[in-house]
Nanobody
Framework: QVQLVESGGGLVQPGGSLRLSCTAS????????IGWFRQAPGKEREFIAH????????EYGDSVEGRFTISRNNAENTLYLQINALKPVDTAVYYC????????????????WGQGTLVTVSS
C-alpha cells in the first residue's frame, strides 16, 4: 500500500522551531520529486518547498524562504522540513507529497499525498 505519513507537528510559540518528517511506505522516494504544502483554514493549499530526487535542487515559496529548510534521506525513505522563526501566520496543516513528473509548485500534479500534520503557532 502506497502511503506517506507526516509527523512532528504541534503547538509552538512564535519564534520557535519544529522539524516535520514524512515517511513513505509501499514505494521508494528515490525516484520522486517531493514537496511540502500547507493549508490554513479557509485558504487554498500553498506551496512551501520541493526537493529533487537527488536532493541537489530545492525551491521555496516566498513566504518561507530563509526560514524553512527541506531535506531528504533516501536511505530512510524520509523527507524532512525544518521550520524556524515560526509566526502565527504559519499555522496550518502541513502536507508532504510526491510526484514522478510534475511542475513541483503545482499541487494538482502530485501523485501521492500524506494525511497532514497540524502546526499551530500561538503564544
Amino acid at each position: 500500500q502506497v502511503q506517506l505519513v507526516e509527523s512532528g507537528g504541534g503547538l509552538v510559540q512564535p519564534g520557535g522551531s519544529l522539524r516535520l518528517s514524512c515517511t513513505a511506505s509501499g514505494f521508494r522516494l528515490d525516484y520522486y520529486t517531493i514537496g511540502w504544502f500547507r493549508q490554513a483554514p479557509g485558504k487554498e493549499r500553498e506551496f512551501i518547498a520541493h526537493i529533487s530526487w537527488s536532493g541537489g535542487m530545492t525551491e521555496y515559496g516566498d513566504s518561507v524562504e530563509g526560514r524553512f529548510t527541506i531535506s531528504r534521506n533516501n536511505a530512510e525513505n524520509t523527507l524532512y522540513l525544518q521550520i524556524n522563526a515560526l509566526k502565527p501566520v504559519d499555522t496550518a496543516v502541513y502536507y508532504c507529497a510526491a510526484c514522478s513528473i510534475c511542475r513541483p509548485t503545482n499541487a494538482s500534479e502530485y501523485d501521492y499525498w500524506g494525511q497532514g500534520t497540524l502546526v499551530t503557532v500561538s503564544s
